[in-house]
């Protein structure tokens, strides 16, 4: 019943912007810490972002400064914004949502792609 559906992946340009968007059902949203990975090919998925239930942000090292993840639960919908995108940001992003304190309810989206070339 759980589900968690990435969409707003596509191309684009260095320098340039993409939202990504994830739409979760089948669960409590509020209840769960959010967050945002990506997958590069030969590479460990590794941590964007994630925000807490009451809105607190986290960025990894890459990112910070360029992207933001922000929350509307009334959608239960969590959402990327990338700003001044680098071609190291090629990858697929991946939605989660892990319970605030069960942390082993985890579950994950199937992923949308992300290029960013000339």
């Known amino acids: 019943q759980v589900q968690l559906v990435e969409s707003g992946g596509g191309l684009a340009q260095p320098g340039g912007s993409l939202r990504l968007s994830c739409a979760a059902s089948g669960f409590t949203f509020s209840s769960y810490t959010m967050g945002w990975y990506r997958q590069a090919p030969g590479k460990q998925r590794e941590l964007v972002a994630t925000?807490?239930?009451?809105?607190?942000?986290y960025y990894a090292g890459s990112v910070k400064g360029r992207f933001t993840i922000s929350r509307y639960n009334a959608k239960n919908t969590v959402y990327l914004q990338m700003n001044s995108l680098k071609p190291e940001d090629m990858a697929v992003y991946f939605c989660?949502?892990?319970?605030?304190?069960?942390?082993?309810?985890?579950?994950w989206g199937q992923g949308t792609q992300v290029t960013v070339s000339s």
């Open positions: 925000i807490s239930r009451g809105g607190s942000p």
């Open positions: 989660n949502a892990r319970h605030y304190y069960r942390d082993y309810d985890d579950y």
